[in-house]
């Protein structure tokens, strides 16, 4: 898990210099499926998952998560979530950023400022004997203090030989309620944070998840190992670890 969650950062790492004023979603797509084929010698995990057709998300502006990548052209001010799991020797690692194209606007900063605080504040809570409510809790306070809304339909996730497995974290919900931590559990936390309403809506093509008001929204995510005393964060970029 720890090759894993390494390469998936090493990934983010890679792509930021290509996020820029006229790329597509798609050439993004192309060079982070080649970089994960050809240099890591690993599987881009949502390939084919359960039908999604590309390497990567690529999620612009309003959408949610789970964009695909297309002929879109990003322009600047655009924000974007970039999410890369890659499979390593059978093992999942799954780690997600935001990325801005040329000087981002005050809003899209503030809001991914917000999701990114609010998914720090919720792996803070990680430790043996704490429980799955105290992420949620923490999480979903912190985002509607700043007046933002967090998405209920998606969650995090346990992650292991398996993309998603139980437990579902949640990011909102109660304080000493839900499964208790163990040492050796792996899991995402990945918040999805709204700037207007939390409803989502699903297009017509069955993945892509936008905010039903067309608020901007935005996601960070990390693959997260419970250890006795705390956590290890599995996707850190190499600038933090
Ligand atoms: N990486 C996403 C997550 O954080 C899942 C993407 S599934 C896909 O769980 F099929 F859309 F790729
Ligand atoms: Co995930
Ligand atoms: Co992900």
């Known amino acids: ?62 959408v949610v998560c789970h964009g695909i990548p297309g002929d879109r052209m990003l322009k600047a001010g655009d924000a974007l979530n970039i999410d890369i799991t890659v499979i390593k020797d059978g093992f999942h690692g799954d780690t997600s950023r935001m990325f801005f194209v040329g000087k981002p606007g005050i809003q899209a900063q503030r809001l991914s400022q917000v999701a990114f605080d609010g998914m720090w504040l919720g792996i803070n809570e990680l430790a043996a004997g704490k429980r799955l409510g105290d992420v949620g809790a923490v999480i979903q306070k912190h985002v509607e203090k700043n007046r933002c809304s967090v998405v209920r339909e998606y969650c995090g996730h346990g992650i292991g030989r398996v993309f998603h497995e139980d437990p579902q974290v949640l990011h909102y919900g109660q304080r000493g309620t839900g499964l208790e931590l163990k040492a050796g559990m792996t899991m995402t936390v990945e918040p999805m944070v709204n700037a207007g309403k939390r409803q989502v809506k699903l297009l017509p093509d069955g993945w892509t998840v936008v905010t039903k008001d067309h608020s901007l929204s935005a996601q960070w995510e990390h693959t997260v190992l419970i250890t006795a005393s705390g956590y290890e964060v599995l996707t850190l970029g190499a600038a933090d670890r």
């Open 1 to 62: 898990m720890r090759v894993a969650g390494r390469l998936a950062a090493d990934v983010l790492d890679m792509i930021g210099d290509y996020v820029k004023p006229g790329v597509t979603t798609d050439e993004l797509d192309t060079i982070c499926h080649r970089y994960i084929t050809e240099v890591q010698d690993a599987i881009p995990a949502p390939l084919n998952y359960r039908g999604f057709p590309k390497s990567i998300c690529t999620s612009v502006n309003h």
